[in-house]
T-cell receptor, first 113, second 113 residues
Framework: GENVEQHPSTLSVQEGDSAVIKCTYSDSASNYFPWYKQELGKGPQLIID?????GEKKDQRIAVTLNKTAKHFSLHITETQPEDSAVYFC????????????FGSGTQLTVLP | DGGITQSPKYLFRKEGQNVTLSCEQNLNHDAMYWYRQDPGQGLRLIYYSQIVNDFQKGDIAEGYSVSREKKESFPLTVTSAQKNPTAFYLC????????????FGSGTRLTVV
């Protein structure tokens, strides 16, 4: 089955700096890669996703890049703000997979004011 | 507004007692999922269901049971056979086939007293 590894497990940045979180996946057939943000005591919320037919996607201060050859994808947050502090999860899946999404172990991002 | 509702938000269980966590969605999604989240860890799949009256075990199904009698509802029972049930439980739903993200509920925090 699919295995998703996520690094780092914790990340602290100064407000205004950029943050990068990286994930690797094992199943070369995976073709969908979402990122979720989880605030304390709440359920995860989808913030951005990418499909295997594109290499990069941006949404304001958030971007995701995908390297299919190396089987890794990354989340980039620019101009970080204190409200970006949360746990971020990456995930991977492939079409037709009954098991659907496999999640990484999460990254606790802290933005220091 | 469409979404997923989990109840209760907090639940306390005595030793040897079964408890049921509720999950209801009005998104008209076919698939529903239950995840367990322990402090500082990722999401582990307990059970999932892609269609009414059908469900499959995930990675950590022992000590849990589910039913899917209606498309909108996917309750999770934590039985006395689950020896370490204290955790944060998340329900999610998705379109099938899933090439899109999940929608998560806000979670139920279960504590054994």
């Amino acid at each position: 089955g699919e295995n998703v590894e996520q690094h780092p497990s914790t990340l602290s940045v100064q407000e205004g700096d950029s943050a990068v979180i990286k994930c690797t996946y094992s199943d070369s057939a995976s073709n969908y890669f979402p990122w979720y943000k989880q605030e304390l005591g709440k359920g995860p919320q989808l913030i951005i996703d990418i499909r295997s037919n594109v290499g990069e996607k941006k949404d304001q201060r958030i971007a995701v890049t995908l390297n299919k050859t190396a089987k890794h994808f990354s989340l980039h947050i620019t101009e970080t703000q204190p409200e970006d502090s949360a746990v971020y999860f990456c995930a991977a899946s492939r079409s037709g997979s009954a098991r659907q999404l496999t999640f990484g172990s999460g990254t606790q991002l802290t933005v220091l004011p | 507004d469409g979404g997923i509702t989990q109840s209760p938000k907090y639940l306390f269980r005595k030793e040897g007692q079964n408890v049921t966590l509720s999950c209801e969605q009005n998104l008209n999604h076919d698939a529903m999922y239950w995840y367990r989240q322990d402090p500082g860890q990722g999401l582990r799949l307990i059970y999932y269901s892609q269609i009414v009256n059908d469900f499959q075990k995930g990675d950590i199904a022992e000590g849990y049971s589910v039913s899917r009698e209606k498309k909108e509802s996917f309750p999770l029972t934590v039985t006395s056979a689950q020896k370490n049930p204290t955790a944060f439980y998340l329900c999610a739903s998705s379109i099938v086939p899933t090439n899109y993200g999940y929608t998560f509920g806000s979670g139920t925090r279960l504590t054994v007293v």
